[in-house]
């Protein structure tokens, strides 16, 4: 079985013209196919309409859109363009912003000479970064999650909830919340995950998806279906990850993320939130001030006989009073003691 | 523009041959189209496949199932078939229970030869008794909702948040939760109503199309973006109906409620339950007790490529204490109060 990958470097053509390959999340599940993008309006295009998503995988895509967009002109307008272009693309991941002023970062220092290549090399590091920092939050990740068990010695499966898609197909690769899952899989322990489904794109698809092809046990749920479960004392830990948290560790995720917290302390159940060092930022004090993504009314797909408006908010707060720990490539720590813990990157 | 019933009686027919038409709702919003039944199994299968849904009209349709099952058959043994027949099809809401009870006490007491009659007396009773009920509803929850205002004397219209269909869609008429909004309506107070999807049954388009029909402003909304209103302050209150409330004021009602009522008390926002007396359970100690239907994967919808386990819990229980007060046809009660504040019906 094919093991597809988020985002591949095509070879070099003869003529010189280089492109990326992503895998067009918006096909999936029913078909896995790669999209090659060879320019800025390709990537940026991508990334709106969500062909690549989760915050990690945006960051990563944003920096190759760079690079693609020097190929074209390695001028200082034209890297200005790129990161203007990149940065409107989607508002609320920081990691997209935190990778284009990486990019920018580097590039500045590079001579207009080396600047392509530098570009290349660049987003090449932050993908591979990425990559560790997942490995890295899994096995970081994985004790804390068997310790969530509350059935200890019982041979039923450690029981994980999560929301969206937070997994490989969200990342470089390993994922962030599913990278503990992952870890404790290869470790021989029984997991079995609940998959939100995620309205209103449904990105828990995207996570049945990876997890069948792990081989990862697992059931998809209505959202609605997320409190009964809980409150049924059938989840020991909920995971998810992040597309940005705040200095004080208030976290902005998938909507819907939020009603999960709230359930989870209800219940008595771990709330944890598993993201790279890339995700916090720091200039951002609290959750209030994370600009929310409002997103076509179409995605909820509402029969065109009701002409009803709609809101469809993309991203929820959840206070870091509901987060029992964040999960990064560092350790773990108390969402509280984020500013002590955890280096900026 | 016809103003669809729910359930309406047709004409007997010539040769004595007597049915039902329901608005199948399964069609709804993109086709409105009565059904005729006129058969036992026909009725069951219109509740079991949810073409007529919600607590109370289920109640009254089951009536008039009996009705039609004792036009064919009104020996005892095709009475207890048809309670039988009728009380398997949902297992959640306790009103259904409550109607097939108060038909077989009414029709043991009447002579073979009057039952034909009997059955079709009471089934109106009910039916009728369902509308008053709801007009009750409305009146004792109109000012409960208009006091729940943070903007007092503001222009902006009064926020209301609900879940599911609990509107004339679920009733003979008029509706539980939606009551107290069409009452304010009525009175011109500027009511704007959140329109949960409601998935995976999508009951929330339901909602939006009565609404649509009787000019009350709404707005669609992914059932994971409720929290997020919540949280934002956009919401003055929230009210639900309920498919069965345990003596002690837990309620089950369609899932995701729960997650509605944690994140309004989280907010400070007011939680109300509106239901019919019938819908209360006095043999039911507390929620633990309510059994939940799970109804099929299917329901879901998720593409076949995932071949993916699913669990599809149709109801969930909110516990009393998260509940502002409850709202029947005899008034205004905190959910703590309801052995001492309502009669049984």
Not at 2 to 8: D, F, H, S, V
Request: glycine share 6%; aromatic share 4%.
């Amino acid at each position: 079985m094919t093991r597809w990958p988020t985002l591949i470097e095509n070879p070099v053509e003869a003529h010189g013209a280089r492109s990326i390959s992503v895998l067009d999340q918006t096909l999936l599940p029913a078909h896995a196919q790669m999209r090659v993008l060879s320019t800025l309006d390709e990537v940026a295009e991508a990334i709106c309409t969500m062909r690549v998503r989760g915050a990690p995988l945006i960051g990563v895509t944003a920096a190759y859109g760079v690079a693609l967009a020097l190929e074209a002109d390695a001028s200082d307008a034209s890297l200005h363009h790129a990161l203007t272009v990149l940065a409107a693309t989607r508002p609320t991941a920081v990691n997209l912003h935190w990778a284009l002023a990486r990019m920018a970062r580097v590039l500045a220092k590079s001579a207009l000479v080396r600047r392509r290549l530098a570009a290349w090399e660049e987003a090449r590091l932050i993908k591979d970064a990425d990559c560790a920092a997942n490995l890295a939050i899994g096995q970081h990740g994985a004790p804390l999650l068997r310790a969530a068990s509350r059935r200890h010695g019982g041979p039923i499966p450690l029981q994980i909830m999560t929301h969206c898609n937070a997994g490989r197909l969200a990342t470089a690769d390993h994922g962030t919340a599913l990278a503990p899952i992952y870890a404790l899989h290869a470790q021989g322990v029984p997991v079995h995950v609940w998959v939100s489904e995620t309205r209103p794109r449904n990105q828990g698809w995207l996570t049945a998806w990876e997890l069948a092809e792990a081989g990862v046990a697992h059931t998809l749920i209505a959202d609605n279906a997320a409190g009964l479960l809980l409150q049924q004392g059938r989840v020991d830990a909920v995971i998810v990850g992040a597309d940005r948290i705040a200095a004080n560790g208030d976290v902005a995720n998938k909507v819907g993320t939020y009603l999960k917290a709230l359930a989870a302390r209800a219940a008595g159940v771990p709330f944890y939130v598993a993201a790279p060092r890339s995700t916090v930022d720091a200039a951002c004090a609290h959750g209030a001030a994370i600009p929310i993504e409002v997103r076509s009314s179409a995605e909820l797909g509402a029969p065109g006989a009701l002409m009803t408006p709609v809101h469809n908010p993309a991203f929820d707060i959840t206070p870091a009073s509901l987060i029992d720990a964040l999960i990064t490539e560092c350790g773990v720590c108390q969402p509280g003691d984020l500013a002590q813990s955890i280096e900026p990157v």
